[in-house]
Each structure stands twice: as structure tokens, then as C-alpha cells.
């Protein structure tokens, strides 16, 4: 499950990782600052267009660093607002990262609000019985690298649909930590690669703008809240009590609510602002009119945001969304106590854009063509 690429990725390195493994190699310090200039203000794409290093010191990037560790496979646009990026790693793991965009009332896509959604590991280990990500199990974790090196990823293409992709170093505004995978196992990597993405030797991405969904880590949101970063945190809810949450969550038996609600609170109490609850709606289990009244308590109780999300039907998943009326019917309960609440339309159903989809349908042409 361990993967050790022949270089590592120089997405993954820190200024001070950087600077150190320059000095071994007898390269003053303000070298470090000059190369992440290179990646991540002017984003070259090869080790020669860095001009302003010898090269000498360019050969010897080159055989110590991989420069971009994920290539791009597949872009898949839909018909609305979400492109998705198939990437693959270099032991042909396959990932996703997606693009949302929120067009702004009368100014169009071009000037659209983009958040974009990372992945974290290949597969997850968490096993959700509603998830795609989860059901082929844990292939590996994404090393910092892998994570950061998505973002610069969507940096690159060339978008036609937003000229601000030309303009702007991050051209988008929100990332959500949501793609595949559970962020919280995986928990070194990505606050290394958050911190990359935030510094502003790095992306110089405000952290206050990425969001980091959990299925509900306890002692990782506890350790998440003394981080200095300052990230936004959602939590996977899915069932307002234990019998519901335990049926599609087995992480709920390890950390059932009586653990998980105080490690939310203790969280939102450290960084003073609202966490949020992902609940997505599955016909028949967890979207009853007592479901919505205990979600409802919960929320006032953490003073939380929720957002509701019609699920997402996978290939071969037995689970519906509720109709529209049910849908309503189960935000009102929520609104009526004044809950801060979205009831979400979700973007690029036409081109599998829940969690995992994409990757699981090319995993399985890949076996079909080996067969
Ligand atoms: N592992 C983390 C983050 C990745 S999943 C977590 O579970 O929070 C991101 C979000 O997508 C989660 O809220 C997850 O429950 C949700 N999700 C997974 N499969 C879905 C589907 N088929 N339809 C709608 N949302 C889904
Ligand atoms: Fe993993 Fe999140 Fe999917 Fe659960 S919902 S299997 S934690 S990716």
C-alpha cells in the first residue's frame, strides 16, 4: 500500500524542505524561493524553462525531482457548469479532481465562481455503502505532492470558458476537500499539501477558502482543530442518529455521535466559526420527518450549517434519491427552525461527478481491455 515513486515530487516539498535539500547540494538558500517561484507564480511545465537557474543545477533538479507528478488522461465537460479531470499518478493510479462553477447572476460562465474538489487517496478505506470512492476498497494514499500537484493541474488547461484561467495565478475561489478518499486518514499528507497551497511561496490560496469534508475522524478533527491553518470543516453526517448513521457509515460504530457532535463543537468553539453538515438524502433511509427533527436539534445544538444533497445514483448501488416534494418537505423542518440550510442541486449528474464515479467506470474498461 506504500508508494515510493523514484523522485519525489517537488509539489511536495516545502520552502524549508527545499532550501535543506539545496544546501546538501551546495546551492544558496534564496535558490529554494526561486524554483517555487518558477512552479507556482510563472507555473513552468518543464525544468528548462526555468531560465534563470544554470544548467547544471537544471540536471540535477531533473534527476532529484519529479516536477509534475499526475498527467492528465481525460476532461470530461458536461453540459452545465462542472468539468471533471481524470489524472493519472505514476503508478497508473487513477484520481479525479472536479471543477464546479457557479455562474453569478447576470455576468455569465466566463466570470463564474469555480470551486474545485480534490482527491485525497485512491479509493477510501471507509467503506460508506452509498459512496462509489468506497466501494473498491483503499488502493493506496496520495503522497502531498499528488494533492498539491491537482490544483496546478487546473491551473494549466486551457479554458476556454474562463479567460480568467490566463489571468490569475488561482484561477478559482473555493477548493473543498471532498474528491475521493477520506482526507483525515490520510492526515500528514494533506496538511503538508494545504500548507503548500496556502503559503505564500506556494499557491497563496487563503485558507479560510478550502473546506475539508470528514466522515468523522474524532481524534483527527481534535488534532485538525489545534492546526494554525484555520481550514473550514465539513462533517459526512448522513444519519442523525446511530441507527441510521451506523447502517451506511461503519465508521459510526467506532465513532458513534455521543463522540463525534463534542469533537465538532470543540472545533467550531477553537476557530469561532460554523462547521457544516453534508447530509445527503437516500429515499427510505435517512430521509423520514423524524430523521429531519433530530438533524434539525443537532444543528441548532452546534450552531452548524447543513447541506442537503440529493443523492447520487452509482452504477450498481441499489440507492435512490427522494422526490422533490420529500426533498422540501425535509429541508422545511429545518428552515421553520430557522437552520442555516442549502438544499443542494447538484452540477454534472450527466458526467458522474459523485465522489469516485469516473475513476471506478475506467478502472473497469481497463479490466475489460486486459481480459
Ligand atoms: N471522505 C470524505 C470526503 C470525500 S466524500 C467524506 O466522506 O466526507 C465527499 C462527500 O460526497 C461526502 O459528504 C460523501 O458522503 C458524499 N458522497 C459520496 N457518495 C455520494 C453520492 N453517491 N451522492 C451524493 N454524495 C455522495
Ligand atoms: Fe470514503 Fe467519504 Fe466515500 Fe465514505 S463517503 S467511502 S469516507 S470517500
Redesign the pocket.
Known sequence: MKYAPAKPPLTGETLATLTARLKEHGEPAFRAKQILDWVYKKRARQWDDMTNLSKPLRAWLDATFELMPVSLVLNQQSEDVTDKLLLELGDRSLIETVIIRVPQEGVGLDHSRKTICISTQVG?A?G?V????GLMGLKRDLNAGEIVAQLLQVCYREDVRTPRAHMELASFDNIV???????LANYDAIIRALTIVNADWGLGFGARRITL???GLVPKILQLADEPLGLRL?I?L?GATDEVREKIMPVNKAYPLAKLLPAIKTFSEKHGRMVTL?F?LIEEINDSLIQAEKLRDIALDLHAHVNL?P????EGLPWKRPSITRQERFADILRDARVSVTLRR?KGHDIDA???QLRLKTEKDRELAAM
Not at 311 to 314: G, I, S
Open positions: 477510501c471507509m460508506c452509498f459512496c462509489a470512492s476537500v471532498m474528491g475521493m478518499g477520506e482526507p469534508s470528514t466522515s465539513a459526512s448522513h453534508e445527503i444533497i443523492y447520487n445514483t452509482v447538484e459523485a465522489c469516485g
